[in-house]
Each structure stands twice: as C-alpha cells, then as structure tokens.
C-alpha cells in the first residue's frame, strides 16, 4: 500500500512510453522490502515522499522546493545543489533532498563495478535515485541529507578516485562524444581533450569566480553527437583543412545498389526507399553544390565544402573525412533565458589539437575569452549575451584573432564604418604645413 | 597584487567591513563585488584570496544550482529558512 494517494501520477504512467513514475514506484518498494539489508542512512520512506510531493505540486500547480542553498563540501563550490521541501511535515522523508553531480567519465565509458560501487554508496547514503545523465552530462544523484553530504564526497573521492561535477557559476564538467575510441569520423581524440581540460581547469570546475555558468563541450567531428554547438559556451568541433578521400571504385559500388554497400551504413534499413540514387540522395543535397558525379567519377570542390558530413554520412565505405586535421571552436550558445536561445559563433575556424605541448593553441584561446568575461560579464551574463552586448568586433580584439571570412554570418547591415587610430596607416596625427602644400585653404 | 590583496590579514578584514557594511540589505554577494574592495586587482587574483577565505571559514558559498554567491559564514538564511521571506 503506497504511503501517498497519487492518482495526478498514476495517469503519467499510462502513455506508451517508459516513466519515470514507474521508476520511483518501483524504487519506494524496493527500500520498503529492503531485502538486501541496508542500514539506509537518510529516511527508508524518501521516495514515498518524493512520490506525495510532486503529487502535490501536480495539484496545487506550483512547486514545493526551496531553491538553493549554502550545503556543499569543504573547499568546492560547486557539485552539491540544495534543496529543500517546503511542506516538510508532510512528506518529512524528503525534508533535506539534496542533488549531487558526479562528473561523469569521458565518452561515457563504464564498467559495471563503478556502477555497483556508485549505486552501492547511493543506495545507502542517498534515495538511490539517480539521473544518467543530467543536461550537462553528469550523473545525478537525486536526494540525501545534510550530513551525508561530506561522507559520499569521502566515499566517491577516497574509494572511488572519482570527483564531483560542476555547478553555480562555475566551469561546468566537461562532456564529449565517443571520439577516436569509436568512431571513424574522429578529427581529434575528443576523450583526451576533455580528459585534459577537467584536469587542466580543476580550479575553475571547483571554485566559483564567473559571473555565471560557463560549458565546454567536445565534438570530434561536424556531426555533433554531443551538440556542442547549441549546448555549450565553447563548443570544440573536429574539422579537416584538406580534401575528403575518395574511393571512386567505391562510390560506383554505391550507385550499382550493391548490397555490400548501403547507403548511410544501412542506418535506414527496414523500409523500402528504392534504390540508391547519388543524384537526389548526395549531389543535390549538397549545401554549397560542390559536388558532381560525371563518366562513374565523383568530383568535389574542397574549397567550397562547410564539412556538413552528409555525403561522408550517406557513403561511409567511399568517402573519408582529410588527413589535416583539427578543430573549430565556436562560442556563445546558450539556452533562452535572456535574449532568446543562441546557436554558438565560428571564432577559430581550424586549430590544431596538439597534446605534446598541452592543447597551448586551444588554452590560450580559453583563457583570454575568460579574462575578457570575469572583467566584462555582468551577473549572469552568458558569453554570449556579452558577444551580442559588445559585439564580436570586440571579442575578436580580447582573443587576437584576425577577422577572416569565415567569421561573416550574413551581410554588413550596419553602414557606418568606425576605424581606429591603429588601423590607419600614420594615424589621427597629420602634417597641416605638408598638407597645405598641396590643397589650398 | 595590490597590497592590500597580498596583507591576508588586511585583505580578509577589507572584505568583513564590506559585508558588515552592507549587512542591512544583503547577506550575499556576488564575486564581481569584490572588485569594488579590491580595484586594482585581476578577477583571478581576487578569486585565489576570496576562495582561501571559504576555507579558513570566513565566508561561505551560497548556490541556487546555476549562480554562485559568496556570504559571511552564519549570515542571512541558512539551511532550513532557506526560500523564506
């Protein structure tokens, strides 16, 4: 017998997709039954409670969750989010119901051990509900008390080697896609950059100095897996500089329809699209027409192509991404909060992703972008309302990055041009004995 | 550094009167107030002193999830009056 009525949630539970009401259902019977013997350190009935709250909130139409709080471990800023119920005799079990972020691994790569020894600690310590994975990546430990706090830090940090993740108006944990451990398409090791930058930026992941959040998400290639693009303040996504490789007898397999070849590596398999037309399925989807297939050879205008990876994405076996390869980095996506949502800016379009001297090309440009935001950034300003407060002329100034074509979204709209003194061959300074020499007053 | 920013003692006593001072209408700060103690300081200067004075229990963080504030240790709402007027 459930502790709470809840027939607001009982109706979620009876779309055609899984829910998340049947999980924590499933979770307040489990610690009801406790049948592995748990000494449960925060109270047996959180989740009951949990369940009973949220069916208030259903029906009173507003929240009952105090919004934030000064919990935390010794020394971080980060990682723990306070939150507290505000009807807590009622529902006493999730009075403190606090969230902890997990940095998660690169890549997302576990082993099942760590997910026992993780859960072993949440089960005991926590509501044993967890979020994998949070918007940003990390794992989400949904729900403890006050005192458990320092202990599951010391548990995860001390048996674990693992470390919080981010929160506040911190460097947020890092996330990347597969990368080279996986995936052909890798223009760089998108594990060993994020890897780096974690290490590389502790104090900035830890302890709170922006004036608000500030993410770094790792794309290895234009696919964007992790949709740096729209999901990050630095987005870093593979490109190559050079020409895609061509397999010509390969590309001719394709348009055979021989079944060893299918198009998209048989990612759309199970309907009948009819047989593979390079034409209308590549050449015209082509977003800079680059492309052309003449007398069984295809031919591609490299210095015309944005690298949208549809031609490599539909012929995997022919095509493949160049050898010169590295990174662009974009900057100033955002959610919409204020200003509306933003996709991020091209600021480098190709860097090179060099590990020997510690990514120097990369960090440098971070770290001027960041002097640039802690002097410049009201209270919580993203990076990118600051580049739409003060414009990108500006932003290219604090980076040192010279204005290239790539940098022009669409068309001068503004038709006054303001020149600086420096920008001007001699100067403001002129020779008025010189100049009257030559036009009369 | 400024002098004032590298005199830990000086510095830690700048930031409580700063606080003290404004204590009737704020408990929390934001982390660019501090450069209003410390002009002639870099933002990432400030931060090292600022973060110190976290764990020598002089001030302490505050966070909603998505912004951090700096306040006294003690001072404004603490854990359970948290959300209250």
Redesign the interface.
């Known amino acids: 017998m459930a502790k709470h009525e809840t027939p607001l949630l009982d109706q979620l539970e009876s779309g055609p997709w899984p829910s998340f009401v049947s999980d924590m259902k499933q979770q307040a019977e489990v610690r009801a039954k406790n049948e592995a013997g748990i000494e449960f350190q925060i109270p047996q009935d959180a989740v009951e409670d949990l369940l009973g709250v949220l069916e208030l909130s259903y029906k009173h139409g507003r929240t009952h969750w ?7 471990v ?2 971080y ?2 990682g ?3 939150r ?1 119920c ?1 009807q807590p005799k009622l529902f006493p079990g999730v009075e ?1 119901f606090h ?1 902890i972020r997990v940095a998660q691994p690169c890549g997302k790569y576990y082993k099942t051990d760590y997910l026992r020894g993780l859960t072993k600690i949440w089960d005991l310590r926590g509501s044993g509900i967890t979020n994998m994975h949070g918007a940003t990546g990390d794992i989400i430990l949904l729900g403890t008390t ?1 005192p458990q706090i320092e202990e599951i830090f010391y548990e995860l940090t001390h048996n674990m080697n693992q470390d919080l993740g981010g ?4 460097l947020r944990t890092p996330a990347d896609c597969l990368g080279s451990s996986r995936c052909e398409y890798a223009c760089y090791d998108s594990n060993a950059l994020c890897h780096f930058m974690t290490n590389n930026y502790q104090d900035e992941l830890h ?7 500030f993410k770094f998400k790792f794309d290895a290639c234009p696919n964007g897996c992790v949709a740096s693009i729209a999901r990050s303040d630095m987005s870093f996504i593979g490109t190559w500089r050079d020409a895609i490789k061509i397999d010509q007898d390969a590309v001719n397999k394709y348009v055979e329809n021989n079944a060893a070849y299918p198009p998209n590596a048989g990612a759309h398999k199970g309907k009948d699209w009819g047989p593979f037309n390079i034409e209308k399925e590549v050449v015209e989807l082509c977003p800079t027409k680059c492309m052309k297939f003449e007398n069984k050879t295809l031919k591609i205008d490299n210095s015309n192509c944005t690298r949208c990876m549809h031609c490599i994405n539909t012929m995997p076996r022919a095509l493949k991404i160049g050898d010169d390869r590295g990174l662009s980095i974009l900057v100033g996506a955002k959610a919409p909060i204020v200003d509306g949502a933003q996709m991020g800016s091209l600021l480098v379009p190709f860097v090179e992703v060099n590990p020997d001297n510690d990514y120097e090309a990369i960090t440098s440009v971070i770290e001027n972008i960041w ?1 640039w935001w ?2 410049e950034g009201k ?2 300003e993203r990076l990118g309302e600051l580049i739409m407060r003060q414009g990108f002329q500006k932003l290219l100034e604090v980076t040192g990055i010279d204005a290239q074509p790539q940098h022009v979204a669409y068309p001068r709209t503004n038709p006054y041009i303001f020149w600086k003194e420096d920008e001007v061959t001699g100067g403001w300074e002129r020779d008025v004995v010189e100049y009257r020499k030559h036009h009369l007053r | 550094m400024s002098e004032l920013l590298s005199n830990k003692e000086a510095a830690t006593q700048a930031v409580v009167d700063f606080m003290t001072k404004k204590a009737k209408t704020k408990s929390k700060f ?3 107030d501090f450069q209003d103690i410390f002009p002639d300081d ?3 200067d ?2 090292k002193v ?2 110190s004075l ?2 020598d229990g002089v001030l ?9 504030m700096y ?1 006294l240790k003690g001072s404004g709402k ?3 009056s ?3 007027a």
Do not use: C
């Not at chain 1, 929160?167 to 911190?170: A, I, Q, R």
């Open positions: 105090k919004h934030g709080g000064i919990v935390g010794f020394g800023g980060g723990v989010i306070g507290y505000d403190h969230t006050t929160s506040g108006s911190n302890r709170p100095a922006f004036p608000y959040k002097d802690m002097e209270n919580r | 934001y982390f660019n870099k933002l990432r400030i931060k600022v973060n976290v764990t302490e963080y505050w966070s909603s999830g998505s912004t951090t306040g603490q854990h359970s948290e959300g209250e």
